[in-house]
Protein backbone atom coordinates (compact mmCIF):
# COMPACT_ATOMS: atom_id res chain seq x y z
CA UNK A 1 0.00 0.00 0.00
CA UNK A 2 1.16 3.43 -0.75
CA UNK A 3 2.61 6.04 2.37
CA UNK A 4 0.09 8.34 3.30
CA UNK A 5 2.68 11.52 1.56
CA UNK A 6 2.01 9.40 -1.64
CA UNK A 7 -1.63 9.39 -1.21
CA UNK A 8 -1.65 12.76 -0.57
CA UNK A 9 0.47 14.21 -3.83
CA UNK A 10 -1.86 11.56 -6.22
CA UNK A 11 -5.20 13.02 -4.43
CA UNK A 12 -3.52 16.70 -4.99
CA UNK A 13 -2.74 15.59 -8.59
CA UNK A 14 -6.66 14.58 -9.39
CA UNK A 15 -8.54 17.81 -7.88
CA UNK A 16 -5.67 19.81 -9.81
CA UNK A 17 -6.48 18.00 -13.11
CA UNK A 18 -10.27 18.37 -12.28
CA UNK A 19 -10.22 21.93 -12.10
CA UNK A 20 -7.73 22.79 -14.79
CA UNK A 21 -10.62 21.13 -16.90
CA UNK A 22 -12.86 23.64 -15.41
CA UNK A 23 -10.53 26.37 -16.72
CA UNK A 24 -8.82 27.45 -13.21
CA UNK A 25 -5.03 26.68 -13.10
CA UNK A 26 -3.11 24.24 -11.03
CA UNK A 27 -1.24 27.11 -9.02
CA UNK A 28 -4.77 27.63 -7.31
CA UNK A 29 -4.25 24.88 -5.14
CA UNK A 30 -1.17 26.28 -3.66
CA UNK A 31 -1.01 25.48 0.20
CA UNK A 32 -3.57 22.85 0.03
CA UNK A 33 -3.00 19.66 2.01
CA UNK A 34 -4.83 16.12 1.48
CA UNK A 35 -5.35 13.97 4.24
CA UNK A 36 -6.39 10.66 3.87
CA UNK A 37 -8.31 10.11 7.02
CA UNK A 38 -9.06 6.43 7.40
CA UNK A 39 -12.85 5.30 7.71
CA UNK A 40 -14.27 4.94 11.57
CA UNK A 41 -16.69 1.59 10.20
CA UNK A 42 -13.70 0.35 8.08
CA UNK A 43 -10.40 1.60 9.17
CA UNK A 44 -8.67 -0.60 6.22
CA UNK A 45 -10.38 2.16 4.16
CA UNK A 46 -9.68 5.97 3.74
CA UNK A 47 -11.52 8.71 2.64
CA UNK A 48 -9.66 11.81 1.16
CA UNK A 49 -10.14 14.84 2.80
CA UNK A 50 -9.11 18.48 0.62
CA UNK A 51 -8.19 21.14 3.02
CA UNK A 52 -7.43 24.81 1.86
CA UNK A 53 -5.29 27.16 3.62
CA UNK A 54 -7.77 28.31 5.33
CA UNK A 55 -8.69 25.51 7.32
CA UNK A 56 -11.79 24.59 5.27
CA UNK A 57 -12.40 21.45 4.52
CA UNK A 58 -13.93 19.99 0.79
CA UNK A 59 -14.92 16.13 0.54
CA UNK A 60 -14.71 15.77 -3.38
CA UNK A 61 -12.41 18.02 -6.38
CA UNK A 62 -15.93 19.42 -7.26
CA UNK A 63 -16.08 21.67 -3.70
CA UNK A 64 -12.44 22.09 -4.21
CA UNK A 65 -13.24 24.01 -7.31
CA UNK A 66 -16.00 25.81 -5.10
CA UNK A 67 -13.28 27.18 -3.20
CA UNK A 68 -10.58 28.16 -5.60
CA UNK A 69 -13.13 29.92 -8.64
CA UNK A 70 -13.91 32.95 -8.20
CA UNK A 71 -17.99 34.55 -8.11
CA UNK A 72 -20.04 36.72 -8.06
CA UNK A 73 -23.38 37.93 -6.52
CA UNK A 74 -26.84 38.78 -8.82
CA UNK A 75 -27.98 42.43 -6.93
CA UNK A 76 -31.89 40.70 -7.59
CA UNK A 77 -31.55 37.39 -5.78
CA UNK A 78 -28.00 37.58 -4.04
CA UNK A 79 -27.37 34.20 -5.86
CA UNK A 80 -23.41 33.40 -6.29
CA UNK A 81 -22.87 32.49 -9.69
CA UNK A 82 -19.12 31.31 -10.80
CA UNK A 83 -17.04 33.33 -13.31
CA UNK A 84 -15.49 31.64 -16.06
CA UNK A 85 -11.88 30.26 -15.44
CA UNK A 86 -9.07 32.08 -17.81
CA UNK A 87 -8.42 28.64 -19.45
CA UNK A 88 -12.08 28.18 -20.38
CA UNK A 89 -11.72 30.21 -23.25
CA UNK A 90 -14.38 32.07 -21.92
CA UNK A 91 -14.87 35.85 -20.99
CA UNK A 92 -16.65 37.67 -18.03
CA UNK A 93 -17.09 41.34 -18.41
CA UNK A 94 -13.96 43.20 -17.34
CA UNK A 95 -15.64 45.20 -14.97
CA UNK A 96 -18.91 43.87 -12.76
CA UNK A 97 -21.17 46.53 -11.96
CA UNK A 98 -23.03 47.05 -8.45
CA UNK A 99 -25.77 46.31 -9.79
CA UNK A 100 -25.53 42.67 -11.28
CA UNK A 101 -28.01 40.59 -11.93
CA UNK A 102 -28.31 36.64 -13.72
CA UNK A 103 -29.66 37.82 -16.61
CA UNK A 104 -26.14 39.22 -17.40
CA UNK A 105 -24.86 35.75 -17.22
CA UNK A 106 -23.05 35.32 -20.62
CA UNK A 107 -20.84 32.68 -19.97
CA UNK A 108 -23.37 30.44 -18.57
CA UNK A 109 -26.69 30.37 -19.89
CA UNK A 110 -27.69 27.52 -17.75
CA UNK A 111 -27.65 29.60 -14.67
CA UNK A 112 -28.65 32.93 -16.49
CA UNK A 113 -32.16 33.54 -14.73
CA UNK A 114 -32.33 34.14 -10.22
CA UNK A 115 -34.77 30.90 -10.14
CA UNK A 116 -31.44 28.83 -11.37
CA UNK A 117 -30.27 26.58 -7.87
CA UNK A 118 -26.96 28.67 -7.10
CA UNK A 119 -23.69 26.17 -6.98
CA UNK A 120 -23.91 24.63 -3.37
CA UNK A 121 -21.06 25.14 -1.79
CA UNK A 122 -22.18 24.22 1.88
CA UNK A 123 -22.76 20.62 1.42
CA UNK A 124 -19.24 19.32 1.66
CA UNK A 125 -17.11 21.61 2.85
CA UNK A 126 -16.36 21.28 6.42
CA UNK A 127 -14.73 22.76 9.19
CA UNK A 128 -11.44 21.24 10.77
CA UNK A 129 -11.83 18.44 13.40
CA UNK A 130 -9.54 16.29 15.27
CA UNK A 131 -9.44 12.90 13.45
CA UNK A 132 -8.20 15.25 10.20
CA UNK A 133 -5.41 17.06 12.10
CA UNK A 134 -4.47 13.69 13.74
CA UNK A 135 -3.74 12.48 9.90
CA UNK A 136 -2.04 15.51 9.03
CA UNK A 137 0.21 15.25 11.55
CA UNK A 138 1.67 11.92 10.24
CA UNK A 139 2.23 13.93 7.29
CA UNK A 140 5.26 16.30 6.29
CA UNK A 141 5.06 19.77 7.92
CA UNK A 142 5.34 21.77 4.25
CA UNK A 143 2.66 20.85 1.52
CA UNK A 144 3.74 19.25 -1.37
CA UNK A 145 4.37 21.23 -4.71
CA UNK A 146 1.18 20.08 -6.89
CA UNK A 147 2.14 17.70 -9.47
CA UNK A 148 2.13 18.75 -13.29
CA UNK A 149 -0.20 17.74 -15.70
CA UNK A 150 0.39 14.88 -17.89
CA UNK A 151 1.57 15.28 -21.05
CA UNK A 152 -0.93 15.19 -23.81
CA UNK A 153 -0.74 12.40 -26.13
CA UNK A 154 0.37 13.14 -29.61
CA UNK A 155 -2.10 11.49 -32.42
CA UNK A 156 -0.48 9.25 -34.87
CA UNK A 157 -2.26 10.96 -37.66
CA UNK A 158 -0.64 14.46 -36.46
CA UNK A 159 0.59 16.14 -39.25
CA UNK A 160 -1.27 14.42 -42.26
CA UNK A 161 -3.36 16.14 -44.31
CA UNK A 162 -6.52 15.02 -46.28
CA UNK A 163 -7.05 15.69 -50.14
CA UNK A 164 -9.09 18.62 -49.22
CA UNK A 165 -6.44 20.45 -47.38
CA UNK A 166 -7.61 20.30 -44.01
CA UNK A 167 -6.24 18.11 -41.53
CA UNK A 168 -7.98 14.81 -40.81
CA UNK A 169 -7.12 10.90 -40.36
CA UNK A 170 -6.08 8.62 -42.59
CA UNK A 171 -7.76 5.02 -41.85
CA UNK A 172 -4.80 2.48 -41.41
CA UNK A 173 -4.98 -0.31 -44.16
CA UNK A 174 -5.18 -3.99 -42.26
CA UNK A 175 -2.31 -6.27 -43.32
CA UNK A 176 -3.98 -8.61 -46.17
CA UNK A 177 -5.31 -11.98 -44.92
CA UNK A 178 -2.71 -14.81 -45.87
CA UNK A 179 -4.41 -17.41 -47.77
CA UNK A 180 -4.17 -20.92 -47.34
CA UNK A 181 -2.63 -22.75 -49.90
CA UNK A 182 -5.43 -24.67 -52.23
CA UNK A 183 -6.28 -28.04 -51.80
CA UNK A 184 -4.70 -30.20 -54.08
CA UNK A 185 -7.12 -32.02 -56.72
CA UNK A 186 -6.90 -35.97 -56.51
CA UNK A 187 -5.07 -37.61 -59.34
CA UNK A 188 -5.86 -40.69 -60.93
CA UNK A 189 -2.74 -43.44 -60.06
CA UNK A 190 -0.48 -44.14 -62.54
CA UNK A 191 -0.66 -47.80 -62.24
CA UNK A 192 -3.69 -50.16 -63.04
CA UNK A 193 -5.18 -51.96 -60.40
CA UNK A 194 -3.34 -55.21 -59.57
CA UNK A 195 -6.84 -57.32 -59.02
CA UNK A 196 -8.40 -56.66 -62.49
CA UNK A 197 -5.27 -54.83 -63.75
CA UNK A 198 -8.11 -52.19 -65.68
CA UNK A 199 -6.80 -48.38 -65.01
CA UNK A 200 -8.11 -46.85 -61.72
CA UNK A 201 -10.14 -43.75 -62.25
CA UNK A 202 -10.20 -41.05 -59.20
CA UNK A 203 -13.82 -41.48 -58.10
CA UNK A 204 -13.25 -45.49 -57.59
CA UNK A 205 -10.00 -45.49 -56.14
CA UNK A 206 -9.43 -46.84 -52.87
CA UNK A 207 -5.73 -46.37 -51.54
CA UNK A 208 -5.03 -48.56 -48.25
CA UNK A 209 -2.54 -47.80 -45.71
CA UNK A 210 0.24 -49.55 -47.26
CA UNK A 211 -0.45 -47.12 -50.02
CA UNK A 212 -1.07 -49.16 -52.95
CA UNK A 213 -4.06 -48.06 -54.78
CA UNK A 214 -7.15 -50.36 -56.12
CA UNK A 215 -10.49 -50.14 -57.32
CA UNK A 216 -13.27 -50.11 -54.54
CA UNK A 217 -15.63 -52.70 -56.27
CA UNK A 218 -12.39 -55.11 -56.50
CA UNK A 219 -11.80 -54.54 -52.73
CA UNK A 220 -15.36 -55.26 -52.22
CA UNK A 221 -15.59 -58.20 -54.28
CA UNK A 222 -12.77 -59.33 -52.28
CA UNK A 223 -14.50 -58.57 -49.09
CA UNK A 224 -17.83 -60.82 -50.40
CA UNK A 225 -15.16 -63.63 -51.19
CA UNK A 226 -13.75 -63.25 -47.92
CA UNK A 227 -10.03 -63.95 -48.73
CA UNK A 228 -7.76 -62.65 -46.80
CA UNK A 229 -10.27 -60.33 -44.78
CA UNK A 230 -11.22 -60.29 -41.01
CA UNK A 231 -14.58 -58.51 -40.46
CA UNK A 232 -16.38 -56.96 -37.25
CA UNK A 233 -19.34 -54.53 -36.50
CA UNK A 234 -17.39 -51.32 -37.48
CA UNK A 235 -14.91 -51.99 -40.03
CA UNK A 236 -12.87 -54.40 -42.33
CA UNK A 237 -9.41 -56.27 -42.17
CA UNK A 238 -7.96 -56.43 -45.59
CA UNK A 239 -4.45 -58.29 -46.61
CA UNK A 240 -3.13 -55.82 -49.43
CA UNK A 241 -2.66 -58.39 -52.43
CA UNK A 242 0.23 -56.78 -53.28
CA UNK A 243 2.48 -56.14 -50.08
CA UNK A 244 0.30 -58.67 -48.12
CA UNK A 245 -0.05 -55.98 -45.14
CA UNK A 246 -3.28 -56.18 -43.15
CA UNK A 247 -5.13 -52.83 -43.60
CA UNK A 248 -8.03 -51.59 -41.67
CA UNK A 249 -11.11 -49.56 -42.78
CA UNK A 250 -15.01 -48.63 -42.88
CA UNK A 251 -17.46 -50.57 -44.22
CA UNK A 252 -19.80 -49.78 -46.60
CA UNK A 253 -19.62 -48.82 -50.20
CA UNK A 254 -15.87 -48.48 -50.19
CA UNK A 255 -14.73 -50.99 -47.60
CA UNK A 256 -11.48 -49.16 -47.23
CA UNK A 257 -9.72 -45.66 -46.87
CA UNK A 258 -6.64 -44.53 -46.14
Excluded at 23 to 33: A, M, N, Q, T
Excluded at 80 to 102: F, I, M, Q, T
Excluded at 237 to 242: D, E, F, G, I, K
Aim: proline share 12%; glycine share 6%; with cysteine.
Amino acid sequence: MASSADLEVQCLADAAAYIERHGWPRSRLEGWRCAPVPRVSNPAHWDPYWISPHDEVARSPKYVLALVADFVQCKACAALRRLPGPLSGKAAPHSLADDWSCSQNTWDPAVAYCNAAEEDKGAEIKPMNARIRAVLAGLPRDPPPIPPAAPKKVSRFAGKKSKKGGAAPETPQKPAKKRAPATPKPKAPADPCSICLAPIKVRDVTVLSCSHAFHASCLATLERHGKGVGTTRRSVVVTCPLCRKRARGSRGDTPLVK
